[in-house]
């Protein structure tokens, strides 16, 4: 039996939106395909996008906070807030979940905000989705603006309480005011490399090099539009990336990034957690070693989440 690590689905969404449950629906995500493997520890993500609620972007995020919460305890599955939780998961083989924002406006500009994320369980922010927010340029902003002094407080608030800085959608020079300022390990939880499909979303070169050689996390997407020029796209095009950054020294530091859930198209042969195992046999045959594949679909994440939570 495989273990997962997954650093990015937007289920929370979906789920809230359908009235649904975690346990067992018909998206990419559930607990009982979770549990068909050794371990499978997901980052569920309360994505914000400030332009389609009708809310305000914090009670959105509480609501999904709320909802994935909810769904989670109603079947034991624990929530990951520190090491020890990280490694009661690890040992006891079963599914545990992360929780995440995507879209740091759900704070809207208020520091103490963060400490009330905290306090709910959130352990990752992914600073900005493709728009501008507070703390910086989302990648779609003709800008490009970095981190804005209330986004480096953040960051390093962030850093002091045990809390994942995600990268991705974050603007280039967003990214490197991230590098400049951080202490531990940081993510691009849902990212892949710009010089195999040459989307903005994606990470360029120097980008790569900065984070192998400081440990980071980069967990390749299952997007299509990120992974291939093509109008085509299989499982060897999520192989690609991966080998892409291996081969420039990166075997520590790629993972899983799936973006289930997120996404309206997924490579032939992908149909959601349960197509885990064969991204993974895939892999063996392609010639990744076992302890290669053990890393990239667990212990790279578990090794930098362990750094970084309290």
Known sequence: MHMIFDAHCDTSDVL????????????????????EYKNYIQVFAAYIDKKNITCS?????????????????????PIIKDKRDLEVVRNNFCAGALLSIEGAEALEGNLSALWMYYRLGVRL???TWNYANELADGITEPRGGGLTDFGKEVVKMMEHLGMMTDVSHLSVNGFWDVAEISAKP????HSCVKALCNHPRNLND?????MIKHGCGIGINFYPEFLTDS??????????????????????????GSDFDGVDA??????????????LHEMSAQGFTDNQIDNISFNNFYRIFSEVLN
């Open 57 to 77: 972007p914090m009670n959105r995020c509480i609501a999904l906070i709320e909802k994935i919460t909810t769904e989670l305890e109603s079947d034991n599955v």
């Open 16 to 35: 809230y939106e359908n009235n649904a449950e975690l346990k067992k629906n018909n998206f990419h995500i559930d607990l009982n395909r979770m549990k």
């Open 186 to 189: 940081f993510i691009a939880s």
């Open 266 to 279: 997924l490579p032939d042969g992908i149909y959601g957690a349960q197509s885990m195992a064969d991204v």
């Open 125 to 127: 922010i992914t600073l």
């Open 206 to 210: 120097e980008q790569i090099k900065f």
């Open 231 to 256: 109008d085509s796209c299989s499982i060897s095009d999520i192989i690609n990336h991966m080998k892409y950054i291996i081969d420039m020294g990166g075997d520590k530091i790629v993972g899983f």
